[in-house]
């Protein structure tokens, strides 16, 4: 079964600096990884979605590597903000005990980007 | 456009209680998807359906029935309600397995 697993849980930096994020995943054998960000009391808001084939994925402020081979991905973000204070992430899509493709997650790095 | 919708947003449910949860998009995807998020364990698939009339279990299906007649809504009922239950509940959709999911507000339910 595959196993997500997301490091730190929590991490707190003051406004400006640059971070990233980790995530790895156990079974190399997914067809994508998409990251997602959650605030409080609300749903998941897609990030940035990488495929199979692809090394990274640019959005703005926000990079996201993937390495399928080691079963790690990275989210970078560059010049953080207090409003990118939120729960960050991490989705794989592959086989579950069915057969069939389906999403799994990790349980998220907390992120608090102090002013 | 709305994107995807969650009736109720909030519940409390008495144990051996029954309720069901609504989800609607206006997205025209082909898939949904039901989620429980609980402290410490991330999100977790209870049930998806690949289309109109079809459904599937998930990792944690058992205590949940579902049903798909619409290709717009997804349905969730618990039938007999049990405070193991008591999570919060996200529906998503998708066009595809390799495609993004986009997610509702979330219901959080109680039972006691």
């Known amino acids: 079964k595959q196993e997500v697993t997301q490091i730190p849980a929590a991490l707190s930096v003051p406004e400006g600096e640059n971070l990233v994020l980790n995530c790895s995943f156990t079974d190399s054998a997914i067809y994508n990884l998409q990251w997602f960000r959650q605030d409080p009391g609300k749903g998941l808001t897609s990030l940035l979605l990488?495929?199979?084939?692809?090394r990274e994925q640019t959005s703005g402020r926000l990079n996201a590597s993937l390495d399928k081979s080691s079963g790690r991905s990275t989210l970078y973000i560059a010049a953080s903000q207090p409003g990118d204070s939120a729960t960050y992430l991490c989705?794989?899509?592959?086989?579950?005990?069915?057969?069939?493709?389906?999403?799994?997650f990790g349980t998220g790095t907390r992120l608090t980007v102090i002013p | 456009n709305a994107g995807v919708t969650q009736t109720p947003k909030f519940r409390v449910l008495k144990t051996g209680q029954s309720m069901t949860l609504l989800c609607a998009q206006d997205m025209n995807h082909e898939y949904m998807y039901w989620y429980r998020q609980d402290p410490g364990m991330g999100l977790r698939l209870i049930h998806y359906s690949v289309g109109e009339g079809t459904t599937a279990k998930g990792e944690v299906p058992d205590g949940y029935n579902v049903s798909r007649l619409k290709k717009q809504n997804f349905l969730l009922g618990l039938e007999s309600a049990a405070p193991s239950q008591t999570s919060v509940y996200f529906c998503a959709t998708s066009n595809g397995y390799s495609y993004e999911q986009y997610f509702g507000p979330g219901t959080r339910l109680t039972v006691t």
């Open positions: 990488i495929q199979s084939s692809q």
């Open positions: 989705a794989v899509t592959s086989l579950d005990q069915t057969g069939a493709n389906n999403l799994f």
